[in-house]
């Protein structure tokens, strides 16, 4: 038991601007259920990346010893045939495939250049009966529920004799009654002997399950703690996770809130078709004029989805609930008529579903309001200069001209044209979502800026955010959203990490 | 010294847009030089004109079909049923052809918007639907000339579209006869226009403090695309003019180009094309520009079918045969993305220009068929390549 099967040192990974692993050293025992935690962009994943060779050897410094045995991993199929396997958040099954197909797919049985489907069949049945999983092999997977799909990747994993089975975040998606099973085989594989290491946001799976924590915070490791003596406690956990001071990165500003409520949602649900489950139940929430409300909460929480349903639900969820702008009920069919209302959406991700790419600085600024620059449907082009340049001033986007490709500016000065085409029209409620993710320090604090600035004339702003000193520095009033419930409602002189992330780990 | 090294910088950075064009003139040229000036003349260049509007209005509308990254293979087959529903209302139903030819229309409008809903309503790949449609016009082609065969139209105004031109000038037959007068005289008009217009756009972009050509070379591009108008209409001038195929032609290029580069619609259309999550988050309905850029695919269909029929006098029942998949070449030739949110539509006019100036000129050279279709095939191929590698350049 005490024989380290991994040990990973001094681990150092950086990306251009940051250093996402700053000399981490991490040991795992032989047959032990070894938990990782840390906040969003601690440096979790990435560790596993490095670890499991999506980061080939090479990218980054130190060493990692599996079995007692030096490991260069060029790619995942190495680390695989080590008897390393990862199983991801999301999950890499074939949907249309069978359940033996996807247990042995990459890894067939062949009796020669055929595949020997009754040998697989057999075998397939056999893992899955070691993961407590009574389905029939044959079954499709896309038949199959999230709990149960999960099963089949860890039967995938057990095909192949996994030495070290990591899992990442893998009870997220999960309701209460499949991630106590899934808990539960994970205890009972220990006893077989496989090594587990958990990535997991809910600290109190992790204190049930774990032998040992270890505790990730800015590509640091700040310790590891021995869980088996019941003395690794929640509060500990949370503060060693968000134990940082805030440094003072967040511009100054006069709150001066109004009583006016602008904007009110309640008894706001909705229904996924495509999963077949729930994602938000029964939320209910108030923006006043000028203030910047966050919304905190872990990833996959379910804020995002909250958001676009608001947002004229271009995702086509089932909703149920009411929406009120100005005191007047409003029911908003298509993204349009969000705009119409002075509702705008700023994107988490502005180049997959926020930018034109390949479009210049002043048509992405100008698509969102073409009615304001044309005549008889014919588009000023004069006038659309003049939008666009004054824009690009007042947001400072740095760029040669107006006339560059999005896809040639910086993370940063995209973001800006993703906040100005939403400000084109003119919103009396902005929401941004992730305003800073993947833009360096001095972005982020003109994105704070012009944030200021904005709520200072009026504007209502509801940041979303999985940075805690980020929602902490900005916000007015913080809203904590867990599994697609609103758990808690804290004003900014009551918010701390430690109360915002016991609440969105509810 | 310095002008042929503007030339050269100039050419380098537009290379992507002046490539067609140069290829043409390239393939023009080598036709002149085989075909010892045949291929250039006068009646020829009238000739292959027209046999390009039918592809080229098909190609028009291909071009936004395929800018927001969808397909449309129905619309050679149904061309050529609907040139075949205006070929039985004039001949059997005496329908007076100004009911004919929007009606006609309208029916093209109708067939697009059905591929529209199957593709934005439904969700069917646009790919299949429009394969569906393929068969089901092919079918219904056959269906409505079983009875008779190939339907003559006995319409003259109709014929005309495909086969007449433009009159000329009364009461000067005896000023240089044998050329269409007329024809000079909007050849004459158009350059006067064009320069001027390109002038002041000059002055607006200085004005702006935009980058603008250095002034050898905009004096240059003036001239040269001056001389090229001026050319094109003497050369149809010394035949009989311009053919109302060739009016008609130009009028759909001009109203969809400056559709898709001057106005709301335009912009949303390649804001679709570009990334259509981005598109729908920014208020734009994708569905709904699914259903116009189809529509109005119907529509040109008909005018094809419209075109075709009224060119043979008759509706035939292989009618459209092929037209999508040279409409789809063009489109390409003319530098369309398939990634979707780039193209413009005088470029695909340029391509079906090429394409066609391919089958006239090796039907000139009497090149046996089975090498012409693999020319074709190789031109296609070096266009995309060529499209390829220029964007990678960009970056």
Known sequence: ?506 | MSFAKDLQKVLRANIREYGMYIALFVIMAIFTITTEGVFMSSRNIVNLLNQTGYIAVLAVGMTLVIIIRHIDLSVGFLAGFLGACAAIMLAFWHWPVYIVLPATLVLGIFAGLLTGTLVAKLGIPSFVASLGGWLIYRGAILLVTMGTGTIIIPDAVFNAIGNGFIPDIPGMEAFLPGIHKFTLLIGLLTIILFVLNTIRNRKKQESYRFEVLPMNMFIMQLVFISVVIGYITWVLAGYRGISWTLVVVLVVVLVYDFIASKTVLGRHIYAVGGNPEAAELSGISVNKIVYVVFGSMGMLSALSGILFASRLQSATTTAGSLFELDAIAAAYVGGVSAAGGVGKVVGSLIGALVMMSLSSGMNLMSIDISLQYIVRGAVLAAAVIFDVATRKQRK
């Open chain 1, 1 to 506: 038991m005490n024989t380290p099967i991994l040990e990973m040192k001094n681990i150092t990974k950086e990306f251009p601007g940051v250093k996402a692993l700053d000399n981490v050293s991490f040991q795992v025992k032989q047959g032990e259920i070894h938990c990782l935690v840390g906040e969003n962009g601690a440096g979790k994943s990435t560790l596993m990346k490095v670890l499991s060779g999506v980061y080939p050897y090479g990218s980054f410094s130190g060493e990692i010893f599996f079995e007692g045995e030096l490991k260069k991993f060029y790619g995942p199929l190495s680390s695989e045939q080590a008897g390393i396997a990862i199983i991801y958040q999301e999950l890499a099954l074939v949907p249309e495939m069978t359940v033996f197909e996807n247990i042995f797919l990459g890894n067939e049985i062949k009796s020669g250049l055929v595949i020997n489907w009754n040998e697989t069949i057999q075998q397939a049945a056999d893992v899955l009966k070691k993961v407590g999983l009574s389905v029939n092999p044959s079954t499709k997977v896309k038949e199959l529920g999230v709990g149960k799909q999960q099963l089949v990747e860890i039967a995938k994993a057990l095909s192949r004799n996994v030495k070290l089975l990591i899992l990442d975040e893998p009870t997220s998606a999960l309701n209460e009654g499949d991630s106590e099973n899934l808990l539960n085989l994970l205890l009972g594989l220990k006893h077989q002997g496989v090594t587990c290491i958990l990535i997991s946001h809910k600290l109190k799976e992790v204190i049930k399950i774990a032998d040992t924590v270890t505790v990730l915070r800015d590509g640091k490791t700040i310790c590891t703690l021995d869980a088996t003596n019941g003395e690794v406690k929640e509060n500990l956990l949370i503060k060693y996770m968000v134990g940082r001071e805030i440094n003072n990165i967040y511009p100054q500003r006069d709150r001066k809130i109004s009583d006016e409520v602008i904007m009110e949602v309640k008894n706001w649900s909705a229904y996924n078709p495509l999963v077949g489950r729930d994602i938000l139940k029964d939320i209910n929430f108030k923006i006043k004029k000028g203030e910047i409300v966050g919304f905190a909460g872990l990833m996959g929480s379910g804020r995002t989805e909250l958001a676009k349903s608001i947002y004229g639900n271009p995702d086509g969820f089932n909703t149920k609930g009411e929406i009120f702008i100005k005191g007047k009920k409003v029911h908003f069919k298509h993204t349009s008529e969000a705009l119409k209302h002075g509702v705008a959406y700023v994107t988490e991700d502005r180049k997959r579903d926020g930018l034109i790419l390949i479009q210049d600085v002043k048509s992405n600024i100008t698509l969102t309001n073409l009615k304001e620059i044309s005549k008889r449907g014919i588009v000023n082009v004069i006038d659309e200069i003049h939008v666009a340049t004054e824009y690009k001033e007042s947001l400072n986007i740095k760029t040669p001209s107006i006339e560059q490709k999005v896809m040639n500016l910086s993370g940063g000065n995209q973001q800006k044209v993703s906040v100005a085409k939403n400000l084109f029209i003119h919103p009396d409620v902005l929401i941004l979502d992730e305003p800073t993710r993947g833009i360096d320090v001095g972005a982020k604090f003109e994105i704070y800026t012009i944030m200021n600035a904005l709520v200072a004339k009026g504007m209502s702003i509801i940041m979303i955010s999985s940075e805690l000193p980020e929602v902490l520095g900005m916000s007015d009033r913080v809203y904590v959203v867990s599994s697609g419930r609103i758990t808690g409602e804290l004003s900014i002189t009551e918010a701390t990490q430690e109360k915002i992330m016991e609440l969105a780990t509810d």
